[in-house]
């Protein structure tokens, strides 16, 4: 990697910039004054509008929870499981999220599932059916839906990281 780039003072520049690495700013160079009246409206941000499912105790299959109604457009960004404690014998559980635009459907490409042969505590990640993030519309839903063979696996806990429009 070269010698860093030094901008001289009072550089204006517009358009389109990329940074690979870190982008360090003198503090207080970017502030109200500097932005006045051309504020970003709400349309083009987004928003972390994560969902959490926790279940304490053994968990219940063949369970279905209703978790969110969407405010606006997004996208599912990630879903991540966790049980505190695995199943044990031939026990199993699976873990679906699902959806609804005209009818309920998947996100994954193939449910979570945990079984004797994993660890307490640990953290799977569900595959997304779309790599980039499931969209949604607002007023959609998002739900839960567990299945399986359980009498023995306990403390569920689901986290749906979504990205939801400002407006």
């Not at 219940?60 to 969110?68: A, F």
């Not at 969407?70 to 031939?90: F, L, N, Q, R």
Request: hydrophobic share 35%; glycine share 10%; aromatic share 6%.
């Amino acid at each position: 990697m070269g010698a860093p780039l030094q901008a001289p003072e009072g550089i204006i520049a517009s358009g389109r910039s990329q940074f690979s690495g870190t982008l360090t700013l003198p503090s207080s160079c970017v502030g109200e004054t500097q932005i006045g009246s051309n504020v970003i409206g709400a349309e083009y941000l987004e928003h972390r509008a994560d969902v959490t499912y926790i279940f304490d105790g053994t968990v219940t299959t063949g369970d279905t929870e209703q978790l969110k109604v969407c405010h606006s457009a997004g996208y599912i960004k990630a879903v991540y499981v966790s049980m505190g404690s695995k199943p044990t014998s031939s026990d199993t559980v699976t873990v679906d999220v699902q959806l609804y635009t005209a009818s309920w459907a998947t996100v994954l490409t193939g449910v979570v599932s945990f079984s004797n042969s994993d660890t307490n505590e640990q953290v799977k990640t569900g595959t997304l059916t779309t790599a980039a993030g499931v969209s949604y519309a607002a007023q959609n839903k998002i739900r839960v839906v567990t299945a399986g063979t359980n009498t023995t696996g306990a403390d569920l806990v689901v986290q749906i990281v979504c990205w939801e429009n400002g407006s």
